[in-house]
Antibody, heavy 119, light 110 residues
């Protein structure tokens, strides 16, 4: 069965970086895009960006430009999302989600990773 | 990119129909039929209910339907059931090759 399994919760201090992994199984990893979405406590969903199949292209939401990096590791069937210069308002659950190319919706989601930014 | 506008909350009695609106701009909802809707129960991952404005994935109840007019997309839940109580989010593809979520709507079954 399709699974996206993410790395565990992280606690970071302001100014630090965090790198979250999203390991895929149960499908042909290289044939799907991966998106990242975050949700701050009690808040709505926020789209962060997409890394396209095989990592051929990344597109980031404007509000994260300059401090987000998504990478693709085919050998590990894993996508990574790194967010730098963390602030307290980056405290959120970060979740990866799969998209079949050119379908424009997310059919499977990871379990989410809580990142807490606190001094 | 500003979030798409949804009502904060919508409620209805069991069996009734409710509609959730999702208003964007000509740069997103108005220009693309790539609007999808997600249901999220507390502490759960979102689940796609509608994609491409009005297409229901297999396994989703036909009580859920979607439509679009101009810059506003809508999700209708007919025959409201207790299990429909959840948060609902729309999301649209945009002319910057990005996506933007709606502000979210809490649906309460009275």
């Amino acid at each position: 069965q399709v699974q996206l399994v993410q790395s565990g919760a992280e606690v970071k201090t302001p100014g630090a970086s965090v790198k979250i992994s999203c390991k895929a199984s149960g499908y042909s990893f290289s044939n799907y895009h991966i998106h990242w979405v975050r949700q701050a406590p009690g808040q709505g969903l926020e789209w962060m960006g997409i890394i396209k199949t095989r990592g051929i292209k990344t597109i980031y939401a404007q509000q994260f430009q300059g401090r987000i990096t998504m990478t693709w590791d085919t050998s590990a069937s894993t996508v990574y999302m790194e967010l730098s210069s963390l602030r307290s308002d980056d405290t959120a659950v970060y979740t990866c989600a799969r998209e079949a190319p050119d379908t424009y919706f997310f059919d499977y989601w990871g379990q989410g990773t809580l990142v807490t930014v606190s001094s | 990119q500003s979030a798409l506008t949804q009502p904060g909350s919508v409620s209805g009695s069991p069996g009734q129909s409710i509609t959730i609106s999702c208003t964007g701009t000509s740069g997103d909802v108005g220009s693309y039929n790539h609007v999808s809707w997600y249901q999220q129960h507390p502490d759960k991952a979102p689940k796609v209910m509608i994609y491409d404005v009005s297409i229901r994935p297999s396994g989703v109840s036909n009580r859920f339907s979607g439509s679009k007019s101009g810059n506003t997309a809508s999700l209708t839940i007919s025959g409201l059931q207790a299990e429909d109580e959840a948060d609902y989010y729309c999301i649209s593809y945009t002319n910057r090759y990005t996506y933007v979520f709606g502000t979210g709507t809490k649906v309460t079954v009275l």
